[in-house]
């Protein structure tokens, strides 16, 4: 994970934060299943939007919150093979440190 270039104001420990909208992800209501889902990687939670990498037995996928209004809107993109969702999420990371893949 991309940690922070420097300590924020607040004092507390930030992780990465992702700036604007996401680069042309396709995003679906969260998927329930009976795996356990375990969140492999994240970013900052002290924004409006933010997103963790989530596995679920042999699937990976990005999972995206949006608070709103006092809710908590929960969805999901790019569920599928390690390495083809890790692509998706490296791209996704690197909005926040100003490098795009080609």
């Known amino acids: 994970m991309i940690e922070p270039a420097s300590t924020p104001e607040d004092g507390q420990f930030h ?5 604007g ?5 396709t995003w679906a209501p969260l998927q329930p299943s009976g795996d356990r889902v375990r969140v492999r990687d994240y970013t900052c939670y002290c924004r409006p939007t933010f997103y963790e990498l ?3 037995s042999d699937q990976y996928f990005i999972r995206r919150t949006r608070r709103r209004e006092g ?8 569920r599928g093979r390690h390495a083809t969702t890790m692509a998706v999420w490296a791209d996704l990371l690197s909005q926040s440190s100003g490098k795009r893949r080609n």
């Open 21 to 25: 909208p996401t680069p042309s992800l």
């Open 54 to 56: 989530c596995q679920a």
């Open 71 to 78: 809710a908590a809107l929960v969805d999901e993109c790019a």
């Open 15 to 19: 992780s990465v934060h992702v700036p």
